[in-house]
C-alpha cells in the first residue's frame, strides 16, 4: 500500500470514516441533481443557494461546507458563463441561454466532499451543449484512470490531452484538491500537467478532480467582490467536479 513517502501527506481514511464520507457524498450528489433541476429562466442564483441549504440540513448531520468558510457567504458557490469559480449567490437573474456552475460541499461526521455541475439555463446553443459535454466527459475520463499507485499528473495529463483536443482551454491556477477532515489539502490536483509525475495516489485516500475550462483563453481575472474569478477574454467557462475514493480495486465515485 506504500508506493512513495508521499503516502505519509495524503489523508488515509478509517473504515468507519468512509461510511460517513458515502452517506455525505450521496447527500451532495442528491442536493446537486435536485439543484440543477430546478434551474430556470427568471431564476436568482439566490433561490438556488436557499434550496441547496434548506436540502443539505434536512438530512440529519449534514451541513454546507462553503458557508463562513474563510469568510464565503453562501452555501453554494454559482458561476455564471465566463465565471468559473467562487460566483456568490445572489439577486442575479439567470436568463435564457445561460450556463451556471453548482459547486457546493457538505460536512457529514467533521468530513468534507466537494462536488461541482454546469447546467444550461433553459435552451444553449449545440456549440455551448457541446462545449459543457467535453468539460464532463474530461471529468468522467480522469476519475475512470483513478487506482492505487496512479500519479497526480496522470490525472492531470489526461484531463488536458481531451480538453484541448475539443479546442478548449483549462484555465489557468485553478485545481482539484484532496480533501477530509479540511476541505483543501494535499495534494493539489491540476488541470494541466505531465503523465508519469507527482505523487502516486495510495488506497483509502480522497481526491476532489475538477476540470474547470475555457471556451476560449486560460487567462483568469479576479472580480471586485474578491471571490469570483472569471476568464480574462470573458469566454464560457464551465466546472464539473467529483470527490472519488482510491479503493483497492481502482475508484469510486462519492459526489
Known sequence: MLYTAEVSSFQIFTTEEIESLRKGGKILRDCLIATGAI?????????????????????????????????????????????????????????????????????????????????????????????????????ENACAIVAPGVKIGDISSCVQTYVERGGYSCVNGLTGHGLGTTLHQFPDVPNTGKAGTGPKLPVNTIIAIEPITSMGRPEIRESDDGWTIATKDRSLSAHFEHTVLVTERGVEILA
Open 39 to 139: 434551474v430556470k429562466p427568471g431564476m436568482t442564483t439566490k433561490q438556488l443557494d436557499v434550496f441547496a441549504e434548506e436540502f443539505i440540513r434536512s438530512h440529519e448531520g449534514a451541513t454546507p461546507a462553503f458557508k463562513g468558510y474563510h469568510g464565503f457567504p453562501a452555501t453554494l458557490c454559482t458561476s455564471v458563463n465566463d465565471e468559473c469559480v467562487h460566483g456568490i449567490p445572489g439577486p442575479r437573474t439567470l436568463k435564457e441561454g445561460d450556463i451556471v456552475s453548482i459547486d457546493c460541499g457538505v460536512i457529514l461526521s467533521k468530513l468534507y466532499t466537494d462536488a461541482c455541475l454546469t447546467v444550461p439555463v433553459g435552451a444553449v446553443s449545440d456549440v455551448i451543449a457541446t462545449f459543457l459535454s467535453y468539460s464532463e466527459e474530461a471529468l
